[in-house]
């Protein structure tokens, strides 16, 4: 099936509801879906991981590799528009990827065509455009109206990319019975909390009373019973004319094993667990969380941004946008003390080791010599080491 039925004139591809903040009813547990605190808790590690990653500009030929060499595009990455930094872009784009499935960023250019600022697109709907040159669009309802930019200018990053040709698939479908459950037992026990503070004996009358008697006899048992300074320790006598018995809170709270494996189920969607969520990960969980969810998405947005920000010939001489991060930033003290061993045989230079130590580069650049330990230099053919060598 093609992408667009014609191409002689502008014909709408697809259409995307997005989840906003707003919460256009678009769930029907009355709320939107960043309002709950299981859904946000579950993306709140992802988004954090993502934003701290550094983004930098690489120039790589045949023999060097540059980094950060024009300093416009270091400032576009540092701080992309005048309201928030690099590292809050990354965080927004992350919620909305997460929450969605989609997420979109506007490029301003200047009239050289050069990206001069980035701003995150919060939209009630987009659709997909094609005009008779076979140029590609997307129309934002934002704030009850459109606006049409090109894709070219448009970072777009999605997940579930499945039936669609344009957008990832909406997680709505997936959700809303979860949230429907999740919503509906806190409802139930909110409920329960409520009546189990107000009713915790109920007094049967056997005859027939007047209103007033009925409130006068309730008043009488409580002050004599229920009140603190009782002298009746504790222990309660009644008559033919009533019947007391306890309200048990226990039969209207609903048992928190229920909801657990609903909530379970969310954590799947997420791909996500308590001890992540919890941080009370070790080294090896958060090693298998960020290769299987943040450095996805890392890896999207650098080939995103690289595609959208430079054209065709500015990536054949090498220029792209990476997104650096490693796993070894969350990795125990003795992991992290190990990494010595790749200094003396010149697989990691000081300064490397000394960032994921979170400690600053050694001075005057002495830190980007690569080291290696005199018995691991080359050895010649004949298997000895060369003792003039050096």
């Given amino acids: 099936m093609g992408l667009f039925k014609k191409k002689n004139e502008a014909v709408t591809v697809s259409q995307y509801k997005m989840i906003t903040e707003q919460g256009e009813g678009f769930y029907s547990y009355n709320g939107n879906l960043y309002s709950s605190d299981i859904v946000r808790s579950c993306i709140r590690p992802k988004t954090q991981a993502i934003g701290k990653a550094v983004a930098k500009h690489i120039r790589k030929d045949?023999?060097?590799t540059q980094v950060n060499p024009e300093a416009y595009i270091r400032f576009l990455l540092e701080e992309p528009n005048p309201y928030m930094s690099g590292q809050m872009l990354q965080e927004k784009m992350a919620n909305q990827l997460a929450l969605n499935n989609n997420a979109f960023a506007l490029i301003e250019r200047d009239g050289n065509g050069l990206a001069i600022a980035i701003y995150p697109i919060n939209s009630n709907s987009v659709e997909a455009l094609q005009n008779n040159q076979g140029e590609i669009f997307l129309r934002f309802l934002i704030k009850n109206k459109y606006y049409t930019f090109k894709y070219t200018d448009v970072?777009?990053?999605?997940?579930?990319?499945?039936?669609?040709?344009?957008?990832?698939?909406?997680?709505?479908k997936a959700l809303t019975q979860l949230m429907d459950v999740v919503s509906t037992t806190d409802q139930g026990v909110v409920k329960a909390i409520k009546n189990s503070n107000i009713i915790k004996w109920l007094l049967r009358f056997n005859t027939v009373m007047r209103e007033e008697d009925i409130k006068r006899h309730t008043k009488e048992f409580i002050d004599s019973f229920l009140n603190i300074d009782s002298d009746t320790s504790g222990a309660a006598a009644v008559d033919s004319r009533f019947d007391a018995q306890q309200v048990d809170p226990k039969n209207y709270v609903p048992n928190p094993l229920q909801t657990k494996g609903t909530i379970d189920r969310i954590y799947s969607f997420f791909n996500t667990n308590e001890s992540i969520i919890q941080s009370s990960y070790n080294e090896d969980q958060w090693i298998s969380y960020y290769e299987a969810e943040i450095e996805p998405v890392l890896i999207q947005m650098s080939n995103e941004f690289t595609r959208k920000i430079f054209s065709r010939r500015e990536r054949g001489f090498g220029n792209k946008i990476i997104f650096e991060s490693s796993n070894l930033n969350f990795a125990s003290m003795q992991t992290k003390l190990n990494l010595v061993q790749f200094v003396d045989r010149g697989i990691m230079n000081p300064d490397e080791v000394r960032a994921i130590l979170n400690m600053a580069p050694i001075?005057?650049?002495?830190?980007?010599?690569?080291?290696?330990?005199?018995?691991?230099?080359?050895?010649?053919?004949g298997g000895e080491e060369d003792a003039n060598k050096d």
């Fill in 62 to 64: 045949e023999i060097n």
């Fill in 155 to 172: 970072i777009h990053l999605r997940r579930d990319f499945n039936n669609n040709d344009i957008f990832g698939e909406n997680p709505a």
């Fill in 363 to 381: 001075p005057d650049g002495l830190g980007q010599a690569y080291i290696r330990r005199l018995d691991t230099r080359e050895i010649e053919q």
